[in-house]
């Protein structure tokens, strides 16, 4: 007889985390309860990413906002495929064997952000650890087929790490997005349980080449509480990011999607988010975004409107328009 059990199509999704322990979802406080998404503009959404063979990462990761931001005619696009090299503890996208990476991606984003009329458009990706360059020549494709079909999108890349992958960060940086982002996630003393594939000085150093490469481009990283870190930890990493030069922090609740996935520790409570929030802004960042429900991409153009006008703030502050130097 067939099983429709949380724990049972978890282990048909993530047949890679079938042998770790099983932890209980807890029920959700009421301060980060959602409603299912019914607006007709969220099906129209929906269809469009299906017409065009996209994923998203609002679907994929399980988003708890994505019948607010397809209301909206916002969404994320997931390229290189929907399944992941890794098997971070955290997260619901599938883990496995990806497919061959498909040449009409690019152009179909391209399409996508033209018919939705997007203002800004969040790319990201799954980690392609068995591509030579990570997926990075991916991205910039997508970047360049954005710039063709809807030049007036501003564009944010959310990228993995490229672990080991000489010259990925230099090109998607050449490709010049508006905004590059990329999460530390955790804290450096959850990363051997949370992110094991990945390395937490590896990933700030990161975002610092970013900035050396292009002092131009907006950087943004984001983390998730709840997951046992303590308050002391979250303020180190935000002085981390800080010393790479990273303009832009979300800060938002892990929540579990399976029994088999990383175990919410605690849920973190509104005030505690505001005092993060402005900690954040007094340690110098130009845009900070802190709440339960807070996802890298949530709110991400309106974000970035705000963002740009903190720097040209700043800049008038400082007795200067121009923007930072090009590298030379």
Not at 53 to 81: D, K, Q, S, Y
Not at 88 to 114: I, K, L, S, W
Not at 253 to 271: C, G, S, W
Request: glycine share 6%.
């Amino acid at each position: 007889m067939a099983s429709n059990s949380i724990t049972d199509l978890a282990a048909l999704r993530h047949p890679e985390k079938r042998n770790r322990p099983e932890n209980p979802v807890p029920r959700k406080p009421p301060w980060i309860r959602v409603k299912a998404p019914t607006s007709p503009q969220y099906h129209e959404t929906r269809k469009l990413m299906r017409d065009l063979r996209l994923n998203t990462v609002c679907e994929e990761a399980a988003c708890p906002n994505i019948g607010e931001c397809w209301t909206h005619g916002h969404a994320t696009v997931m390229i290189l495929g929907d399944i992941c090299t890794r098997a971070c503890a955290f997260c619901n996208v599938a883990t496995g064997r990806p497919n061959a990476v498909d040449p009409a991606e690019p152009e179909n984003v391209g399409r996508a952000a033209a018919r939705l009329n997007l203002h800004h458009i969040v790319i990201t990706s799954v980690d392609r650890d068995d591509l030579d360059d990570g997926g990075a020549n991916q991205f910039v494709r997508v970047i360049e087929s954005v710039r063709r079909y809807a030049p007036d999108t501003t564009i944010e890349v959310l990228t993995p790490d490229f672990l080991r992958k000489q010259g990925a960060i230099e090109a998607v940086v050449a490709a010049k997005p508006d905004v590059f982002n990329h999460n530390l996630e955790t804290v450096p003393r959850l990363y051997p349980t949370i992110r094991p594939g990945a390395r937490y000085f590896h990933s700030l150093r990161l975002l610092d080449q970013v900035k050396e490469l292009d002092p131009s481009v907006f950087t943004k990283s984001g983390m998730m509480v709840g997951l046992g870190e303590d308050t002391s930890e979250v303020f180190q990493v935000m002085d981390d990011m800080r010393s790479a030069g990273v303009d832009f922090m979300t800060i938002g609740q892990y929540l579990q999607p399976t029994p088999k996935h990383a175990p919410i520790d605690r849920f973190v409570k509104p005030e505690e988010f505001e005092r993060y929030e402005t900690t954040a802004w007094a340690k110098g960042f130009l845009m900070v975004s802190a709440s339960p429900l807070t996802r890298s991409s949530y709110h991400a153009g309106d974000d970035f409107k705000r963002l740009r006008a903190s720097r040209e703030g700043s800049l008038r502050d400082s007795g200067s328009l121009e923007p930072p130097p090009q590298p030379a």
